[in-house]
């Protein structure tokens, strides 16, 4: 163990290399530009807002559930989405996310550097922090989220250490987060969990992290929804979700970041210095482990707790393993690990690079991977009517069909469909027993089906293939298609080569 690691101090060449690690990681990780496939809805829901100078409270975008209640947790996210790009395009909306996500990480930094002095540690965790983070740091309202979860425990961590005014952001915080995304939960948890440790901490007890808590607690209730909102929060976590982000997180590479994170957390546990002080953060980040092990979406959420409290255990386990060992580094080493640092932040900014400059540092997506030729075959022949869609799709169709089409199902989700029409889709596209349900008890009148899919629509004899690409076909009943107006369409287009998709 290096005499540095041990004392916690080291060269500023060391603090340099780490740091201009750490920055190269950030550009590399959240600088990333493809598109999620709610991307389309948010856009064209904060649109639709802006234009009409109201918020939507019934369904209107798709036929299975026109006229229900909506509850749109995410309105103003999707307001200020849209309103960046109507004015910079698709390159202002990489460019505000990538500042959102990066001020969330100084903000996570600020927090772990007050728990140990050593760049090591805090490089280390802070580029595990990193690619855990990466897996949630898309255009979506999440990152709102993600960025008030860091801003809460820095705020807490100051009122901690003695400065007891900032403690009164937190209510306007919260009322701007509640109309942001619906996370705004997560974070009223943070603070109650923070109140409760206070209160019974020993000296120094105060009512105020109380008073603050009932403050957030009720501005949240100034939402266009008010006080009910909490409870749909509620029932929205509490029900199935069939999609990857709610499925338990898997060992495989995408997360193994995480579980390297997790693991680490638990293994140096015994090493937290201060229970009575410190001990709420380490329940936190338990418990928020405990959530991201069941469902992967928590997993930036457990980085975001968890990195402080783990810096903290980490700098006291090396402190004391330096104690009962001599072992050091030779300055030929340290040397070689310094260029190595060095040379991979170099490679990631060059990698960062290149891949913006081949997309024109525009948001990409795959285009073999949605229906942009079926489409624009539909656009281009007048379509409109009720048209199914896997959950996927729905929002691309309706940014280039609505107001004329409406789909079966998009990526609003729990927010407006009940679970019998997520699992009629969801039955139909896959040929599951009760498949047949979208096309008997909803005014089904066209199909848009993914190449390959298992979808049995092909077996019925009164539907019709009206259009076929290597991505999708479209299936029209024999009596329906000229109300759609799709007797026009090409069944077979030429081949198409479609390029990297610049978004939209």
Not at 335 to 352: E, K
Not at 423 to 437: I, Y
Request: aromatic share 14%; net charge positive.
């Amino acid at each position: 163990m290096s005499s540095e690691a041990r004392s916690g101090n080291a060269p500023d060449g060391w603090k340099l290399a780490w740091m201009l690690l750490l920055a190269s990681s950030v550009v590399y990780f959240f600088w990333t530009n493809e598109a999620d496939n709610d991307l389309w809805g948010h856009l064209l829901f904060g649109r639709d807002i802006l234009a009409s100078r109201t918020i939507p409270r019934l369904d209107t975008y798709a036929y299975t559930t026109i006229g229900q209640p909506w509850v749109n947790h995410e309105w103003l996210s999707q307001v200020l989405m849209a309103a960046v790009y109507d004015w910079a395009g698709s390159a202002g909306l990489l460019v505000s996310k990538f500042a959102i996500t990066t001020t969330t990480f100084l903000l996570l930094l600020a927090h772990v550097r007050r728990h140990t002095q050593s760049p090591h540690v805090r490089g280390v965790i802070g580029l595990l922090a990193i690619a855990v983070l990466a897996r949630g740091f898309g255009i979506r309202p999440q990152v709102f989220t993600y960025f008030f979860v860091a801003l809460t425990l820095l705020l807490l961590d100051e009122y901690g250490r003695g400065r007891r005014s900032v403690l009164w952001l937190l209510p306007g915080m919260f009322l701007i987060w509640v109309n942001l995304h619906g996370g705004f939960v997560l974070g009223l948890g943070i603070v109650g969990l923070f109140a409760g440790a206070d209160l019974l901490g020993g000296k120094g007890r105060s009512l105020r992290p109380w008073i603050v808590f009932i403050a957030s607690a009720a501005v949240t209730s100034l939402n266009p929804y008010g006080p009910r909102l909490l409870f749909y929060i509620w029932n929205e976590l509490s029900r199935a979700h069939p999609i990857s982000e709610w499925q338990p997180a898997s060992m495989e590479a995408a997360q193994f970041a995480f579980f390297v994170m997790l693991g680490l957390f638990f293994a140096t546990l015994v090493f937290m210095r201060d229970w009575r002080r410190d001990g709420w953060q380490a329940a936190l980040a338990l418990g928020v482990g405990f959530l991201a092990l069941r469902h992967q979406r928590h997993t930036p959420v457990f980085a975001l707790c968890a990195a402080a409290p783990l810096a903290m255990q980490v700098d006291s386990a090396v402190r004391w393993l330096g104690q009962r060992s001599t072992f050091a580094l030779s300055p030929a080493a340290r040397r070689l690990i310094g260029a190595a640092i060095v040379l991979l932040a170099a490679l990631q900014f060059a990698l960062t690079g290149i891949r913006g400059w081949s997309s024109g540092f525009q948001i990409t997506f795959n285009a073999f991977e949605y229906p942009v030729a079926a489409v624009q075959a539909l656009r281009d022949a007048g379509a409109g009517g009720n048209i199914a869609v896997p959950l996927d799709w729905g929002e691309y169709v309706l940014w280039f069909l609505a107001p004329q089409v409406r789909v079966s199902l998009d990526g609003r989700f729990a927010t407006v469909f009940p679970e019998r029409v997520v699992e009629d889709n969801f039955n139909f596209f896959s040929g599951a027993p009760g498949w047949r349900r979208l096309l008997d008890q909803y005014p089904t009148q066209a199909v848009l089906v993914p190449a390959g899919w298992p979808c049995p629509i092909r077996t019925l004899a009164d539907w019709q293939l009206a259009y076929r690409d290597r991505s999708a076909e479209v299936y029209v009943r024999s009596n329906g298609g000229e109300g759609l107006r799709l007797k026009a369409m090409p069944i077979e287009p030429p081949a198409l080569r479609l390029p990297l998709g610049i978004f939209p």
